[in-house]
């Protein structure tokens, strides 16, 4: 069965959309780490975090899910963590295990590590590696899944990023944690810094100097000593911009539409999408800012706009790196050219997503360049798009969202292979694009 979006009426509509999943991932390993009980609220029950719990309560960490009258609480028992007893599966997620690879060798237990078709394709020597310099040893086949994660006695070390990647950044801090001595990370370029957030409301003692140089202006060092005892620490999750992406983007592109995402995070580590959207000229809206557990809040809107082609440059794309799929749709209804650089780390997601955007737009007749790292999109100017392809989803998640958001403004509907593997981050996507009016139907 296959899955088609059909152009039809304006989408209107105010919708939350789940938690984010990054700090979801973070809220349930933080509290399988410290010491008393934490309280999650507005966890993502999506498949890549059920599998990170599903992976701590292996390890001896007690999760429970409750209902309340303000919806599900999670409450996690910290306790020291035992070898499991069996393999620590994480399904589709690359946060989930390379996160739990770090905070495994921290605590000086054994665990092998493994996951679905796609994570197996995914490179892990970038965790290993670093691990290793601790003093982890590590068993894998030329650095991919499945990965035996050999926690013991770590040292503190100083660490540069070789890329901006907040999964490789954290899983060296959750390591550090256990580690005798200090850990320093030297950050040439931010990215996103929920773990660092997590660990001050954590109690851990954590600072942050600066970098030498041309690089003093965009990125600092990060200084965590080991030993640290956690304590536990509620939260509130909030929604997840990565998917707030999808209602909104659609909203920008459908004639006559007005959607309000409701309490989006606005991590300005995440919101790189949102920036470059304003430049292409959207109507978008923040109401209602608040503060809730140190991260800002915001009610964003958008109204269908004329989006005009620009130039992203490389630098962004750590605060949207999950987000060129669905800035491809916008580009695509835009007038003239957008120019995404920086984009080699797309082609080691969920899928090669810089040759399936490419292609899936190919496919529906949009006028697309792919570089070795960068993409060009030719917009059409507010026209319809032709659409008309099935598109290959690859089993990736966001190509699936992004090339439905492209039907309900195609001429031919679109179509895409599956979209069984949007579960695994946005489990009510669907429903909620109906509830706003979107026509997409399951057909043979
Ligand atoms: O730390 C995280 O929660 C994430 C970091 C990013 O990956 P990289 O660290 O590989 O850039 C992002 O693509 C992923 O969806 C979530
Ligand atoms: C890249 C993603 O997730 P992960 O790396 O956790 O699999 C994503 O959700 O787009």
């Excluded at 088609?4 to 509290?31: E, M, T």
């Excluded at 092998?112 to 490179?123: E, I, N, Q, T, W």
């Excluded at 109204?303 to 799929?325: C, T």
Aim: proline share 5%.
């Amino acid at each position: 069965m296959s899955t088609f979006a059909h152009r039809g009426a304006s989408l209107n509509g105010r919708v939350q959309v789940p938690g984010d999943k990054s700090i979801s991932h973070r809220s349930l390993i933080f509290g399988a780490l410290a010491q008393g009980v934490t309280q999650v609220r507005g966890l993502l029950e999506a498949e890549d975090v059920l599998h990170t719990a599903a992976a701590l309560r292996a390890l001896g960490v007690s999760i429970e899910r409750d209902e309340s009258a303000d919806g599900p609480v999670w409450t996690i028992e910290g306790a020291p963590w035992q070898a499991p007893d069996r393999i620590l599966y994480a399904g589709n997620s690359g946060t989930g295990v390379r996160l739990l690879m770090g905070a495994v060798a921290g605590q000086g237990v054994e665990a092998v590590f493994d996951g679905d078709a796609s994570l197996r394709k995914r490179p892990m020597g970038r965790i290993i590696e670093p691990l290793a310099q601790m003093g982890a040893s590590s068993d894998s086949d030329d650095g991919r899944l499945p990965v035996k994660i050999a926690g013991g006695k770590l040292t503190g070390m100083r660490y540069r990023l070789p890329k901006p990647s907040a999964q490789i950044k954290s899983a060296i801090l959750l390591a550090a944690l256990g580690a005798d001595g200090e850990t320093i990370i030297e950050e040439p370029v931010l990215s996103r810094d929920h773990t660092e957030r997590m660990l001050s409301a954590f109690g851990a003692e954590i600072s942050f100097g600066p970098l030498e140089g041309a690089e003093a202006t965009r990125g600092r060092t990060i200084h965590l000593k080991g030993g640290q005892t956690l304590k536990a620490c509620d939260i509130t999750v909030p929604a997840d911009p990565s998917s707030a992406a999808f209602p909104l983007v659609a909203a920008l592109i459908v004639p006559g539409s007005e959607v309000t995402v409701e309490g989006v995070l606005m991590n300005p580590q995440r919101t790189g999408l949102y920036q470059t959207l304003i430049e292409m000229g959207a109507d978008l809206t923040f109401a209602n800012e608040r503060t809730l557990a140190g991260e800002t809040l915001a009610d964003i809107t958008a109204r269908h706009s004329a989006l005009k082609g620009v130039s992203v440059p490389a630098g962004r794309a750590p605060s949207m790196i999950d987000e060129y799929p669905i800035l491809s749709i916008a580009a695509a209804c835009a007038t003239g050219e957008t120019r995404m650089e920086g984009l080699e780390e797309l082609r080691v997601k969920e899928s090669d997503r810089l040759s399936a955007v490419a292609a899936g737009l190919a496919g529906n007749r949009v006028s697309i360049v792919e570089g070795p790292d960068w993409l060009t999109v030719t917009g059409s100017g507010g026209e319809p798009l032709k659409g008309g392809d099935m598109v290959s989803t690859h089993m990736d998640h966001r190509i699936a969202m992004s090339f439905l958001v492209m039907g309900l403004v195609s001429a031919d509907p679109v179509g895409v292979d599956s979209t069984e593997m949007i579960a695994t981050s946005f489990p009510e996507f669907l429903t909620l694009m109906k509830t706003l009016g979107a026509d997409i139907r399951a057909e043979r």
